[in-house]
C-alpha cells in the first residue's frame, strides 16, 4: 500500500510528466510555422535533385512565398554559376 507520501510523489510526477507533454505539443506546432518551406516538398524535392540541395534551400530564401518556377529558375542559375567558376 502506497503512503500519503509516496503517493503525492507519484502524483507529482504523473502532472510534470503532462506538463512536459503538452509543453513538447506547443513547441513542435510553433517551430512548424517558424520553420516551414515556402514551395510544396515535392517540388522542392524535386529541384533539390535537379541542381543541388544547397541551390534549392538558397534560391527558396530569396524568392516569393509559393512561386515555384522562381525557385527552379534562380536554382538553375545558382548551380550554374558554382558550375563555371570551379
Known amino acids: 500500500m502506497l503512503s500519503s507520501q509516496q503517493s503525492a510523489s507519484v502524483v507529482g510526477f504523473a502532472t510534470t510528466l503532462a506538463t512536459l507533454a503538452g509543453v513538447?505539443?506547443?513547441?513542435?506546432?510553433?517551430?512548424?510555422?517558424?520553420?516551414?518551406?515556402?514551395?510544396?516538398?515535392?517540388?522542392?524535392?524535386?529541384?533539390?535533385?535537379?541542381?543541388?540541395?544547397?541551390?534549392?534551400?538558397?534560391?527558396?530564401?530569396?524568392?516569393?512565398?509559393?512561386?515555384?518556377?522562381?525557385?527552379?529558375?534562380?536554382a538553375k542559375r545558382l548551380y550554374e554559376v558554382t558550375k563555371y567558376r570551379r
Open 24 to 74: 513538447a505539443v506547443m513547441v513542435r506546432t510553433l517551430s512548424r510555422g517558424i520553420f516551414h518551406y515556402s514551395i510544396p516538398a515535392e517540388d522542392l524535392r524535386r529541384i533539390a535533385d535537379k541542381y543541388g540541395w544547397w541551390a534549392a534551400r538558397r534560391a527558396e530564401a530569396g524568392c516569393p512565398h509559393m512561386d515555384v518556377a522562381c525557385v527552379e529558375r534562380e
